[in-house]
């Protein structure tokens, strides 16, 4: 059981590997036993809480079926779309967030599918500076595993998971 003093569950995982729709299922999971969840999305290219650009955190007091039915309780502006050139201002944000928000519960952070080249050094300096509780890793991690300084869970990605084609990620991205 994750107490008041845990550090974040990190959700990680390349490109439609299911990071949301486990972020969902923890934080419902959470929801049920505490009554209450702080979910923060950080994928600034998608993000589905609050507008692309930003990192966005909710305390969610309901189960969902979407990261798209919270409401943003407080909001970082990253002004970028991708996270390259903008990971440490990333990593600071989730940590704000966590502060500001996460008293007296966990807090579930669904990171961006950032995983190849330097995605791979930027996702080990966020776990190494949030120092999460618990990493769950979702499919493929491309050589993560061994950057990473927290308990790790590996998982298939879930089945609700769905491939996006890279034009409908564009266009929600604009």
């Not at 990253?78 to 996460?102: D, T």
């Not at 995605?119 to 990473?148: C, D, F, N, Q, T």
């Amino acid at each position: 059981v994750w107490g008041m003093d845990s550090g974040p569950i990190l959700i990680v995982g390349g490109p439609d590997s299911g990071k949301n729709a486990f972020s969902i299922m923890a934080a419902n999971g959470f929801i049920e036993r505490a009554g209450w969840a702080l979910v923060i999305d950080a994928d600034v290219g998608q993000c589905e809480i609050g507008p692309p650009g930003t990192i966005c955190a909710s305390r969610a007091k309901a189960a969902v079926s979407s990261l798209s039915e919270l409401a943003p309780d407080l909001s970082v502006f990253i002004g970028k779309v991708s996270p390259h050139g903008v990971e440490e201002k990333i990593i600071q944000g989730i940590g704000r967030l966590i502060e500001r928000l996460a008293k007296g519960s966990v807090a579930v952070v669904n990171t961006d599918g950032w995983l190849e080249g330097d995605g791979i050094p930027y996702k080990a300096r966020m776990i190494e500076e949030l120092r999460p509780s618990l990493v769950v890793g979702i499919g493929e991690l491309w050589g993560l595993e061994g950057e990473i300084s927290a308990p790790l869970i590996r998982i298939g990605a879930p089945e609700m998971a769905r491939l996006k084609p890279r034009e409908d990620r564009r266009a929600y991205r604009k």
